[in-house]
Structure formats: C-alpha cells, structure tokens
C-alpha cells in the first residue's frame, strides 16, 4: 500500500508571496493533519480535516489555510509568507478523525527568503 | 491537560550498547501513547505504540516500550544500539481535539551512536 505523498519536496518562495502544500492520504484514510516543525517550536498542530470538513485547528494566525477534497486529498495554503514560516511542513494520515495512529508523509521543506 | 516531556534532546550512546530514550506524560484520561522516529529530512515513522493492552510494547528495529502508569513514564529501550539508528526520536500522547491537535509530542531526542 501506498504511503502518504507530500508534493513539492522542497520550495523556495519570498517574503509576502503565498504557497499551496499538496498532501495524498495513504488509501482508505479519511482524516488528515497538518503539522508545523521547526528547530525552536518543534512539532505544532496546524490543522485536521475528515470528510471535507475542518475539524480541529491549532494556534496560528489566519494565514494558514487548507481543505481537504472529496477524494481526501488536502492542501494547506501559506499567505503572505514571513520568514518564520520556513519550515518543515508535515502531512498525516489516519483511518479516521480520532484515530491516534497516524502516518506521516516525507514532509514538504519550505525556505522564505 | 495532556502534555509529553522528553528528557535529554541528545542521547550518544556506542555501537551495541544499550538505548534508553526516556518519556514521561501528563494525561488526564489513560493515554495511548506513541514513539516515532525520523530519520533527516525524512518525515516521522510510527516505531510502536500503547492502546491500553500490554504494558511492554514491541515495536519495529528492535526497539521495545513499557508502560509504567505509577511513574508515568514510556521509555523507548533497545538492548544493542545500531549505527542505523541515529535518528531523532519522538515520544507522543494521544489528545482528543483541541487546539493541540489529537497527538502532542515531546521535544524529540536525537540519538547519535559512535562506532
């Protein structure tokens, strides 16, 4: 079975430009999440969506969005990108939206110049 | 309120000696907890995980946890370290909802292993 896909790998944007994050659950998943990780914050919950809907969001600013399509497939959007949101951003799946097993993706590195 | 404290963010140990990454949590309900490895820049792996049944959790690579509820801890052990296991290791606790997300983790632990 397929794992969880994080597309792009890698990205370079500037300062005040905005970004789209792609995340394809592992088949049969229905929940996703979205979390930050940074050297200084470590692991931080960004958000978790189950069958299109947004069911849990962390402590970030209104910046950050995402949704999840019918197929279960999620993006998360970055506007008006700062420097501080260079980071590694991970993608995670699981069966279900209080399902604890979760798996991750390889995670979409994200540099702000 | 749930909350995962790792204790040491590095951890050196030599080839073929023991591994102890230590974990402690708070957890207002029984937890369900998890170790997680990631190898650099690479996303986090599910090592093992505790749902309540046996206290003593074997996991992939070797490595084994133990519940211990009086201590509250969930130590990750391994008994013979592997240059392959130089990694970051994070232990989490389950959460159900809120703005923390459905896991916490701790820190993370880097485990480094000399030849």
């Known amino acids: 079975k397929a794992g969880v896909t994080q597309t792009p790998r890698y990205l370079i944007k500037t300062r005040g430009q905005q970004v789209t994050l792609s995340c394809s659950p592992i088949?049969?998943?229905?929940?996703v999440s979205w979390y930050q990780q940074t050297p200084g914050q470590g692991l931080q919950f960004l958000f978790e969506?189950?069958?299109?809907?947004?069911?849990n969001k962390g402590n970030f600013p209104g910046r950050f969005s995402g949704r999840q399509f019918s197929n279960s497939r999620s993006e998360m959007n970055v506007s008006t990108l700062e420097l501080g949101d260079s980071a590694l951003y991970l993608c995670?799946?699981?069966?279900?939206?209080?399902?604890?097993?979760?798996?991750f993706g390889p995670g979409t590195r994200l540099t702000v110049t | 309120a749930q909350s995962v404290t790792q204790l040491g963010s590095h951890v050196s140990v030599s080839e073929g000696a023991l591994v102890l990454l230590r974990c402690n949590y708070s957890s207002s309900v029984p937890p369900y907890l998890f170790w997680y490895v990631q190898y650099p820049n690479q996303g986090l792996q599910l090592l093992l995980k505790y749902t309540s049944a046996a206290t003593l959790v074997k996991g992939i690579n070797g490595f084994e946890a133990e519940f211990k509820k009086s201590e509250t801890s969930f130590h990750l052990t391994k008994p013979s370290a592997h240059m392959s296991d130089a990694a970051e290791y994070f232990c989490?606790?389950?959460?159900?909802?809120?703005?923390?997300?459905?896991?916490?983790f701790g820190k993370g632990t880097k485990l480094s292993v000399k030849p």
């Open positions: 995670a799946s699981s069966r279900g939206v209080r399902s604890y097993e979760q798996y």
């Open positions: 969506y189950f069958s299109e809907t947004q069911r």
């Open positions: 989490a606790v389950s959460f159900y909802g809120g703005s923390q997300g459905n896991l916490i």
């Open positions: 088949s049969g998943h229905r929940s």
